[in-house]
């Protein structure tokens, strides 16, 4: 399978990785609006060749679109307009106003709309790492709109790494994205913004900083790049988990000014069900 | 050195386990509240015998307190009566409380104030490992009110593992904990419960949730029996951490309502600036 990758950073680099690893990909394509991105994908031999959009996509089977999701709004329907037989695939953490853009484009039948669950805080083709999806789970979007070869092939390709698949409607999965993935990475950014405000005052506090505060802020690190896109994507849903989210914090600041514990002490029981989630 | 850990649980049953493996401690003797703890650290082999409080401590060295810190407020008076030449250490998560409890007993400097910055989300003597310390940092409150000797021998304990050893005065160390530690766990209590709230409606969420998610509520699985004692010992320092903490997240929200995604762009890329200080 001829494969192109287009932008080749942590998701699309580590798909490279992944497909290439397994065989079923034989030739990787990289397409990427920055030059020195392709450089380094070819220096880590994530790609086996660098092209400009319209020969990737004429020398290829599939098209993975792997860029930051605002870029998408203008790289999909152009995609679609150069493809004939070929599958396009997106691997986005947004979906309504992509699909929404393309429901009347005469090729849609050849988009499967994808979002992989995994990634990391670092960005980049440096940042492509193998295993990054395995035994993972990904969501397909509103699969009656794609051709049923075009959902044959992208279910091979995913359960060739293997990954698990989930089927969402569109809206769906833009509300579960936004309580699972959306909202961890706000509460992240908030609370590095939060020690690093106090940092300024006070050289030695990260001296103490421990592993649960590495956990807590790790996603610190992600790239505006890649997350005021989804943000703006997925505002409204983001909007939603963050009152919620925000109203949580508020109640146990409400507590502690009571000094109600017991009922503090309640709410860390029930928040504890949450292990049956996690392993 | 024969040792005493009063609480055999996660800190207490970790810190056994390293002080026996690298010949620090020849004999180590554990006193708990609860009989079922003390049977497990047995079986574990955490600890060689089980003793009552006062005989532990007659027949000690170093004594480690390693209960939730409401305990420690009953415990270490009484102790401190007990001891004659020995030395009394904790490792609490909080300070000032304590030390204030005790600032006039005459035994005061038998006890150094000591936090060691390591933990999971797990408790129990089951949840004790090795390494859970090592080329990790402590905290040594307070060390003017310490004798010589008590500080050499604690210091000793602690280059043992190795741990690295930073002075703070207990009120900085109760901010700094709260900033580094406390608030952690109150963003994952809530985190968790937003998510756990929308569940309720939706099955399918957590077939999603991906390693982002699982860092941010990781300490969401911790007990509120070791928590809830400290959120109310440091409730004034928690709380200002908390509004500061919720003040970020309120400037988010408006942010997005105003869709002001510059200033959005531009506060992630202040949060990034934690990547100095996390490896």
Known sequence: MKISIIGVGLIGGSLAISLKENGFAHHII???????????????????????????IQ????????????????????????????????VGSTKVRLLDLVVKHP??????????????????????????FDNKCTVFCDLELSDQDAIEKVTALYQSIP????????????????????????????????????????DRIFELASGGFSSTVRLAKSSPDMWIPIFRQNRDNVLDVLDEHINQLARFRSLLIKQDYDTFYRLIEESNKIKKILS
Chains 1, 2 share one sequence.
């Open 30 to 56: 990289g397409v990427d609006a920055r030059q020195d991105n392709l450089d380094k994908a070819i220096r880590r031999r994530l790609i086996d060749e660098d092209l400009p959009l319209e020969e990737a």
């Open 59 to 90: 020398k290829s089977d599939i098209i993975v679109l792997a860029t930051p999701v605002d870029a998408m709004l203008d790289l999909l329907p152009k995609v679609l307009d150069l493809v004939d037989k070929q599958v396009i695939m997106d």
């Open 107 to 132: 090729k849609r039948g050849r988009f499967v709309a994808t979002h992989p669950m995994a990634g990391t805080e670092h960005s980049g083709p440096e940042a492509a790492i193998p295993h990054l």
């Open 163 to 202: 990954m698990r698949v989930v089927e969402l409607e569109s809206h769906s999965h833009d509300i579960h994205s936004a309580y699972v993935s959306h909202i961890s990475h706000i509460s992240s950014f908030a609370l590095a913004l939060t020690v690093l405000a106090k940092e300024k005052d006070e």
